[in-house]
């Protein structure tokens, strides 16, 4: 139900101009790509990238967290590179967390 919440609310604030969709666009891209390239665990990277882009985490981070006026960028290349690096620093946490939890088992 998050992501499905995400989703709608994130088009409103695209919509009605609160944010632009430069950062969350940024940040799923780069998300999915280092999930496809980086696959955690034995599924198929396919399936790897695609649970974690879609996972109702990942889409609140990009579109709420990381478009708050105070801490994203102004200019539509810093937005761009502020959603790589914020993706690139979640991906990070993930394999980081979930590879323990693998070696935990």
Do not use: Q, W
Not at 11 to 33: D, N
Not at 45 to 61: D, K, N, Q, R, W
């Amino acid at each position: 139900y998050v992501k499905d919440f995400v989703i709608v609310k994130s088009r409103y604030l695209i919509i009605k101009k609160y944010t632009s969709f430069h950062i969350p666009f940024a940040f799923v891209s780069t998300v999915f790509l280092s999930s496809f390239f980086l696959p955690v665990g034995n599924c198929e990277a396919i399936y790897s990238a695609s649970a974690e882009m879609l996972s109702g985490g990942v889409l609140f981070s990009a579109f709420f967290v990381a478009t708050m006026p105070n801490s994203s960028p102004i200019t539509k290349n810093g937005k761009i590179i502020f959603g790589i690096l914020c993706g690139m620093i979640t991906v990070n946490g993930i394999t980081t967390f979930l590879n323990e939890m693998v070696l935990l088992k």
